[in-house]
T-cell receptor, first 112, second 112 residues
């Protein structure tokens, strides 16, 4: 079965600083990986996904993530944080024929 | 607007009561998924339907049931409600599960 571990339930960065949200997965077969963002009182919005092909994937709002098989990681980054990035971020994994499994989430705080 | 519609947005009910949550998937999506989000449990997969048939079951209580109708909308029925059932209930739909889900904005259930 697949699983996801998000390191750090809370991350705080200054506006303009690098954002790095960590995600490690466990899967016995090639995974499909996703990052979702949830703003207060809203649903989850897909930021980006990795299925096959290029391991560096770009998403919306300037976010990107790199699939590293050797490290079983799929960390989310953004070069320069903006106040509007403050939200909760979820990493998720699935494999063919299985449900989407979510990590516990990381709350990103952006300080002015 | 994600294309997935959930009603109602908010629901307040008493313990022991029964409620029905409704979800209309994005046009063309055959799969519907139900998730429960609470502070202590995070995002928990409840159940999946594909074109009217149950496909996968997760941590769904026996007091809960769901169905998907011929027009592909789905309903989640929660009965004998307890205080601990208070949570956000999300519906998501997908055309192909390996390419991510599209989430609705959720139904916030409060049991008093």
């Amino acid at each position: 079965a697949q699983s996801v571990t998000q390191l750090g339930s809370h991350v705080s960065v200054s506006e303009g600083a690098l954002v790095l949200l960590r995600c490690n997965y466990s899967s016995s077969v090639p995974p499909y990986l996703f990052w979702y963002v949830q703003y207060p009182n809203q649903g989850l919005q897909l930021l980006l996904k990795y299925t096959t092909g290029a391991t560096l994937v770009k998403g919306i709002n300037g976010f990107e993530a790199e699939f590293k098989k050797s490290e079983t990681s799929f960390h989310l980054t953004k070069p320069s944080a903006h106040m509007s990035d403050a939200a909760e971020y979820f990493c998720a994994v699935t494999t063919h024929g299985n449900k989407l499994v979510f990590g516990a989430g990381t709350i990103l705080r952006v300080k002015s | 607007d994600s294309g997935v519609t959930q009603t109602p947005k908010h629901l307040i009910t008493a313990t022991g009561q029964r409620v029905t949550l409704r979800c209309s998937p994005r046009s063309g999506d055959l799969s519907v998924y139900w998730y429960q989000q609470s502070l202590d449990q995070g995002l928990q997969f409840l159940i999946q339907y594909y074109n009217g048939e149950e496909r996968a079951k997760g941590n769904i209580l026996e007091r809960f049931s769901a169905q998907q109708f011929p027009d592909l909308h789905s309903e989640l029925n929660l009965s004998s409600l307890e205080l601990g059932d208070s949570a956000l209930y999300f519906c998501a739909s997908s055309h192909d599960r390996n390419y991510g889900y599209t989430f609705g904005s959720g139904t916030r259930l409060t049991v008093v």
